[in-house]
């Protein structure tokens, strides 16, 4: 059985080259007649998986290659990509779990082809097939904020589909905040209010309701933390000095009493800031989730725990450090078992 697998592996690989090599060839011979808008012949990917015998990967990575030689040259001639589609799809459907080809392909048809059709369908598909990648939704945010600007609808598209990426817990921290500010640039917040609220009354199923209602505190919390911000604000305009604790926002005459949070937790003074710990806990969680994933990637990959965070990011198996919520806190790490711990924040 190995002897025979020794002879097959080279083959296949050999037919999956013959194929790029065949496909690169009429390529060239259909630029110089100037048939511009023939359909090129790629080996669709069934007749391909016919052939590569198990090496999908292998030939999808050539093929990829191929694309990116063919996208350049077109770039400095015609700019009509004409066959841009076709080989993203061969591509990705030889190796759907490809995310640079999702990715890349993506910019490729959107920026370059100006296709944002076809960009988005590509993407979605990714998506799909690679639903912790964050780049995908974040990709397709950004055709509707670059190539889409004109549509109505294109904020609150950008801001779901970067909600989707965020909601990987795999997104960098600019994904984060780019989140953010174009849910408060285009008060998306109502937006995502009325889904919510849409969940709340007519799911079937007791816990998206349940959900739906935590939402729903969640985001009404969030405005009430901004309304106290705004009265630290004044505080400080009136007695030229910031108040030691909400009590004194009481006492100043700026607020009638403390409000109260529907999900148990308290609001807090952080500077000029006012914070609240269920959705600091809230954020505490996700974040602890993702440095937890990639201190076992790391030691799943290398048999041995990181000898520090930075170290699992300086390796790639962590994006990075995200801060810890809760002012003056840290993460700490045990490079001996790899447990990742935070202390306790206020009113914990």
């Known amino acids: 059985m190995i002897?025979?697998?020794?002879?097959?592996?080279?083959?296949?690989?050999?037919?999956?080259?013959?194929?790029?090599?065949?496909?690169?060839?009429q390529l060239d011979a259909s630029r110089e007649t100037g048939f511009d808008e023939e359909l090129l012949y790629l080996p669709n990917e069934k007749l391909l998986k016919h052939f590569t015998g198990g090496l999908d990967s292998?030939?999808?990575?050539?093929?990829?290659?191929?694309?990116?030689?063919?996208?350049?040259?077109?770039?400095?001639?015609?700019?009509?990509?004409?066959?841009?589609?076709?080989?993203?799809?061969?591509?990705?459907?030889l190796d759907p779990y490809f995310v640079d080809v999702y990715r890349y392909g993506g910019v490729f048809l959107a920026a370059l082809k100006a296709d944002s059709d076809a960009s988005v369908n590509l993407l979605k598909r990714g998506m799909l097939h690679n639903p912790r990648a964050w780049e995908l939704p974040y990709e397709i945010a950004m055709v509707y904020l670059l190539n889409r600007k004109d549509s109505p609808d294109s904020p609150?598209?950008?801001?779901?589909?970067?909600?989707?990426?965020?909601?990987?817990?795999?997104?960098?921290?600019?994904?984060?905040?780019?989140?953010?500010?174009?849910?408060?640039?285009?008060?998306?917040?109502a937006f995502e209010r009325a889904l919510w609220e849409d969940m709340a009354r007519n799911s079937d199923e007791n816990m998206l309701r349940e959900l739906a209602q935590r939402k729903l505190h969640e985001l009404a919390i969030a405005d009430v933390c901004g309304q106290l911000s705004k009265a630290v604000e004044l505080y400080e305009n009136r007695h030229s000095r910031l108040p030691e604790s909400l009590d004194?926002?009481?006492?100043?005459?700026i607020l009638e009493r403390a409000p109260d949070d529907p999900l148990g937790g308290r609001y807090f003074l952080s500077g000029r800031e006012v914070l609240n710990t269920t959705l600091q806990n809230e954020k505490?969680?996700?974040?602890?989730?993702?440095?937890?994933?990639?201190?076992?990637?790391?030691?799943?990959?290398?048999?041995?725990?990181?000898?520090?965070?930075?170290a699992a990011v300086e390796e790639?198996?962590?994006?990075?450090?995200?801060?810890?919520?809760?002012?003056?806190?840290?993460?700490?790490?045990?490079?001996?078992t790899g447990e990742v711990e935070s202390g306790a924040g206020p009113g914990t």
């Open 248 to 253: 004194d926002l009481v006492s100043g005459g």
């Open 3 to 25: 002897a025979r697998w020794l002879v097959i592996a080279p083959l296949t690989l050999a037919i999956g080259l013959a194929c790029c090599v065949v496909a690169q060839k």
């Open 58 to 93: 292998v030939v999808a990575d050539l093929l990829w290659l191929q694309c990116i030689q063919y996208t350049a040259e077109e770039f400095k001639g015609d700019h009509k990509y004409v066959w841009l589609n076709h080989m993203t799809d061969t591509i990705t459907r």
């Open 156 to 189: 609150a598209q950008a801001a779901r589909f970067l909600h989707l990426a965020v909601a990987t817990e795999t997104a960098p921290q600019f994904v984060v905040d780019l989140a953010a500010n174009i849910a408060r640039q285009h008060d998306l917040d």
């Open 284 to 310: 505490l969680g996700r974040r602890l989730n993702r440095i937890r994933g990639g201190v076992n990637r790391y030691q799943k990959r290398t048999g041995a725990w990181p000898p520090s965070l930075e």
């Open 316 to 336: 790639g198996d962590l994006e990075f450090v995200p801060p810890h919520p809760y002012p003056g806190q840290a993460w700490r790490y045990d490079p001996a």
